[in-house]
């Protein structure tokens, strides 16, 4: 069984929205591809049972995360409860880089819905894990990873 975007797209809506306490407009086919790139280590443009499995359990991981640190109960994710929960996540990163996600992922209340919220997490594990796609890592300098995220 494989894949494709638009069933990833498909299928990760359809749960999401069974979730009726998360913010989101649902999963865009962008953010859709990219999880699809990052996760796809055979390079076929789609995701296996194995990559898929990998990417569902990281995703229910940051779903809870995502609860966790909802302290508001707001539905969403605010830059304060961003950074506790991404040091929760193990990543302490500077404040540009920080900042960097807010602008990059945040709606226009500078808050993370749970499916940018997924992205964010998505994009970071892969820039800290050289398993997951050395190609990302093969673009920067020896020591950039680290002089960049970590405080
Ligand atoms: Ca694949
Ligand atoms: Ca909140």
Redesign the pocket.
């Known amino acids: 069984m494989?894949i494709s975007v638009t069933e990833l797209q498909t299928i990760l809506n359809r749960i999401i929205a069974k979730h009726k306490d998360l913010r989101t407009k649902g999963f865009s086919t962008e953010s859709c591809r990219s999880m699809v790139n990052l996760m796809?280590?055979?390079?076929?443009g789609?995701?296996?049972l194995v990559?898929f499995n990998v990417l569902w359990n990281r995703i229910r991981n940051y779903l809870s995360i995502f609860r966790k640190f909802d302290l508001d109960k707001s539905g969403s994710i605010s830059a304060y409860e961003l950074r506790l929960a991404l040091e929760a996540a193990g990543y302490r990163l500077n404040k540009r880089l920080h900042e960097l996600l807010i602008t990059r992922y945040a709606e226009p209340d500078l808050a993370l819905d749970f499916d940018n919220f997924v992205c964010c997490l998505v994009r970071l594990e892969t820039m800290f894990n050289p398993a997951v796609t050395p190609r990302f890592r093969d673009l920067l300098p020896p020591g950039a990873i680290k002089a960049f995220f970590i405080v």
């Open positions: 494989e796809d280590k055979d390079g076929n789609k995701l296996g990559e």
